[in-house]
């Protein structure tokens, strides 16, 4: 096996994975991923018992037992490029021998899944529902800097969403990665399902206006327009493409679960939505 260089697998003088600051046995193969760090201790506030507890920056993690399953919450932070460095880290924890810096032979699949809130395109979702990501829709550009992602990606709906978009040139272009089935299928039950598209900013790159002009002031109609095989675009959020995409690449499973806390068709943005939140956090713990 090849020797993975210190400057490429960087770990901190405890021998420990670098940003998230966490050894292999501090992971449970379970893994609950949220933004918010506060969110981190919310989400743990329903386990059993916690053994592990740590953070770096903004990323904190708590480990324990719910229901007598093992699992980890990690917080992210905002963003896919925070979410490369965390899937990156994950999988490195579990399928990288950290003192040899080689890769094991037998690989480890997680289960990674996503808790988060969302703004709604549709007018049909109302504020403080639950929406699972069918496919993250990436308009960062991420996953185009690793070979082979073309393998994971849906090509067909990439094609569709880039023509009838109108995509412009001089954005990278959208790439289209599936949530897991299975985990799909065992967690969202009767909730609904849509499309998301992960953006690379909160305000221009979802359409939002303050002081700067959009370069692309008609996309966000087009986008509640689309419709392709009986499949509408739902949601914006900032993680979930990434996560799908480098997720499948190296063999874990994902999925994201929100909280609609804003309608950006209607206007309307929840009053309060920690309770939803919490329901959502239970049903996952619960399902997962």
């Known amino acids: 096996m090849k020797r993975i260089p210190e400057s490429e697998l960087v770990l901190n003088s405890k021998g420990r994975i670098y940003h998230l600051n966490l050894a292999p046995e501090d992971l449970a193969k379970n893994v609950i991923l949220v933004g918010d760090p506060a969110r981190a201790d919310l989400v743990a506030s329903f386990f059993d018992s916690i053994e592990y507890s740590g953070q770096n920056r903004e990323i904190c993690t708590r480990t324990g037992v719910f229901q007598n399953k093992r699992v980890s919450v990690v917080s992210t932070g ?115 399902r849509g499309l998301t598209l992960t953006a690379s900013g909160f305000y221009g790159p979802q359409g939002r206006v303050l002081r700067l002009p959009l370069h692309y002031p008609e996309f966000n109609k087009k986008v509640e327009d689309f419709s392709f095989r009986g499949q509408r675009i739902t949601n914006f959020e900032m993680e979930t493409s990434a996560l799908y995409g480098l997720g499948r690449m190296l063999g874990h499973k994902t999925l994201t679960a929100c909280v609609i806390i804003a309608n950006r068709t209607t206007k309307s943005f929840s009053k309060n939505y920690q309770p939803a939140m919490k329901k959502l956090i239970k049903h996952v713990l619960t399902k997962i």
């Open 78 to 192: 905002m963003g896919t490029d925070n979410i490369d460095i965390v899937i990156n880290e994950l999988d490195a924890l579990v399928n990288i021998d950290l003192k040899k810096r080689v890769v094991k032979k037998e690989k480890t699949s997680l289960n990674l899944v996503r808790i988060g809130t969302s703004g709604g395109l549709q007018p049909f979702l109302d504020v403080n529902t639950f929406l699972f990501s069918s496919h993250g829709i990436g308009l960062d550009g991420l996953l185009h800097y690793y070979a082979g992602s073309s393998e994971f990606r849906d090509s067909i709906l990439e094609q569709v969403i880039a023509s009838d978009l109108e995509w412009p040139q001089r954005w990278p272009s959208p790439y289209v990665v599936e949530a897991d089935a299975e985990l799909m299928e065992r967690i969202s039950e009767n909730f609904l």
